[in-house]
């Protein structure tokens, strides 16, 4: 049996990250998260009370019946449909301190201008089958 890291010693129980979250027994977490698909929704949903991907158990019943309205009353009205989801981020954010964003990824490219066919798509893997180089 291997000998523990120092560093382990008066450590009482080992517990997965997974344990961890499922417990809720954490003053803060460092996570990340990609978009799914181009919406706010994306992002924003993660924070909706009972939502599955809401490990910090945020809840706000304002936030909540925006969100609600967004995606009900609003879903045909693009531009009253995102100010109110800025709304509910300044709720959650800005308000309540649901989250710290830290960082955004971003790629950044050059392309060879003979390159023909190439498509990119922001929320998934780039699409290769018909590239080609001009000759």
């Given at each position: ?64 019946d925006l969100l609600v309205e967004a995606s009900t009353t609003q879903a045909t009205k693009p531009l009253e449909r995102w100010n ?52």
């Amino acid at each position: 049996m291997a000998k523990k890291p120092s560093w382990r010693k008066g450590i009482v129980k080992n517990i997965t990250l997974l344990e961890l979250n499922a417990s809720g027994d954490f003053q803060a977490q460092l996570t990340r998260w990609g978009p799914d698909y181009q919406d706010p929704s994306t992002y924003i949903d993660l924070f909706k009370t009972g939502s599955s991907y809401n490990m910090m158990d945020y809840s706000n019943p304002k936030f909540d019946d925006l969100l609600v309205e967004a995606s009900t009353t609003q879903a045909t009205k693009p531009l009253e449909r995102w100010n109110t989801y800025i709304e509910a981020e300044k709720i959650a954010i800005k308000d309540d301190a649901a989250s710290a964003p830290l960082y955004q990824n971003a790629i950044a490219s050059l392309e060879n201008p003979k390159l023909k066919n190439f498509k990119r798509f922001p929320y998934t893997m780039t699409a290769l089958k018909y590239v080609y180089l001009e000759k």
